[in-house]
């Protein structure tokens, strides 16, 4: 059923020419861990977008087989087409070169409104504290968890908020813009296995996220959001939002850098892969 890549291939440490070369590739050089470095290393990787894209036609092309997108794979398509991955893909990578620069950082697992265990991030131990790292979900400054206050961080275009949830003895994390809150996603500070890590990216192949096309990233002051035809920018002074192929195209060549072939086959490649995987009926939920 599968061409599943081999758990050996999830291995920390199993990627060490694309840590290498990404650190070549952003002019990082080792330094000594702290949250400052931390941050540099997270914001250039930030270059990588999250998108789905590459990940549908992928499994297009291997028939409805599930093969990860590795680190080497990875930055590859971004060095020749500037794409860049899901939250799986875009996760582990990250843990491999933040491991590498000497931090102390586990995958670990999210919730969203339509599902278990359908979002991952990284956690990170630093002098006797824990922050958050998301690739997947654009936070790039770690932010520390804590069971005791909320951490609150603004960003041009939104804040994010993490509060704990001691019935649950997890957290919740919402965004908010002008005094609106949006929930985004329940973790618990706790590091899984990288056997689990692997099941639940594994699952990630027949979620809603594999179900149309979708991008985002930021730049400069502004968050580019794209699902399909609808497009949604969040600049600090308005948010603006359209629903045309037209647009969504133009914006993918324009601040992505992504060639539109890539677009074209991932939509063809979304009928045929409907044949194949079944999605829940929960509406996947627009960032």
Same mark, same amino acid.
């Given at each position: 059923?599968?061409? *599943?890549? =081999?758990?050996?291939?999830?291995?920390?440490?199993?990627?060490?020419? #694309?840590?290498?070369?990404?650190?070549?590739?952003?002019?990082?050089? $080792?330094?000594?861990? =702290?949250?400052?470095?931390?941050?540099?290393?997270?914001?250039?990787?930030?270059? *990588?977008?999250?998108? !789905? +894209?590459?990940?549908?036609?992928?499994?297009?092309?291997?028939?409805?087989?599930?093969?990860? /997108?590795?680190?080497?794979?990875?930055?590859?398509?971004? &060095?020749? @087409?500037? &794409?860049?991955?899901?939250?799986?893909? $875009?996760?582990?990578?990250? &843990?491999?070169?933040?491991?590498?620069?000497?931090?102390?950082?586990?995958?670990?697992?999210?919730?969203?409104?339509?599902?278990?265990?359908?979002?991952?991030?990284?956690? +990170?131990?630093?002098?006797?504290?824990?922050?958050?790292?998301?690739?997947?979900?654009?936070?790039?400054?770690?932010?520390?968890?804590?069971?005791?206050?909320?951490?609150?961080? &603004?960003?041009?275009?939104?804040?994010?908020?993490? /509060?704990?949830?001691?019935? +649950?003895?997890?957290?919740?994390?919402?965004?908010?813009?002008?005094?609106?809150?949006? @929930?985004?996603?329940?973790?618990?500070?706790?590091?899984?296995?990288?056997?689990?890590?692997?099941?639940?990216?594994?699952?990630?192949?027949?979620?809603?996220?594999? =179900?149309?096309?979708? $991008?985002?990233?930021?730049? !400069?002051?502004?968050?580019?959001?794209?699902?399909?035809?609808?497009?949604?920018?969040?600049?600090?002074?308005?948010?603006?939002?359209?629903?045309?192929?037209?647009?969504?195209?133009? $914006?993918?060549?324009?601040?992505?850098?992504?060639?539109?072939?890539?677009?074209?086959? #991932? /939509?063809?490649?979304?009928? =045929?892969?409907?044949?194949?995987?079944?999605?829940?009926?929960?509406?996947?939920?627009?960032?």
């Amino acid at each position: 059923m599968s061409t *599943l890549s =081999s758990q050996s291939e999830l291995a920390i440490g199993a990627h060490h020419s #694309a840590v290498t070369e990404f650190l070549k590739r952003m002019n990082l050089q $080792l330094a000594k861990p =702290s949250l400052e470095q931390l941050e540099k290393i997270a914001r250039r990787f930030s270059e *990588l977008p999250y998108e !789905n +894209v590459s990940k549908i036609i992928k499994r297009n092309d291997l028939h409805g087989a599930i093969q990860f /997108r590795l680190p080497d794979e990875v930055l590859n398509d971004h &060095l020749q @087409w500037n &794409l860049g991955g899901t939250c799986f893909s $875009l996760t582990y990578y990250l &843990l491999e070169i933040l491991t590498y620069c000497g931090y102390n950082c586990q995958p670990i697992m999210g919730d969203m409104k339509w599902g278990e265990n359908v979002h991952c991030a990284i956690l +990170v131990h630093k002098d006797a504290h824990d922050y958050l790292i998301d690739p997947g979900y654009l936070i790039y400054q770690p932010l520390q968890i804590s069971k005791d206050t909320i951490t609150r961080h &603004l960003t041009p275009h939104s804040g994010i908020e993490i /509060r704990f949830v001691p019935e +649950v003895e997890r957290y919740d994390l919402y965004t908010f813009r002008n005094g609106q809150f949006t @929930w985004r996603y329940r973790f618990t500070a706790k590091a899984v296995s990288m056997d689990n890590f692997a099941e639940h990216w594994i699952g990630s192949f027949s979620k809603p996220t594999m =179900s149309g096309v979708c $991008l985002t990233r930021t730049e !400069n002051e502004e968050m580019i959001y794209i699902h399909n035809d609808f497009v949604k920018i969040t600049r600090p002074e308005r948010v603006q939002r359209a629903k045309s192929f037209d647009t969504t195209e133009k $914006l993918i060549v324009q601040k992505f850098g992504i060639p539109l072939k890539f677009i074209e086959e #991932a /939509r063809s490649a979304l009928d =045929s892969n409907q044949q194949h995987i079944k999605y829940p009926t929960t509406k996947q939920d627009a960032s």
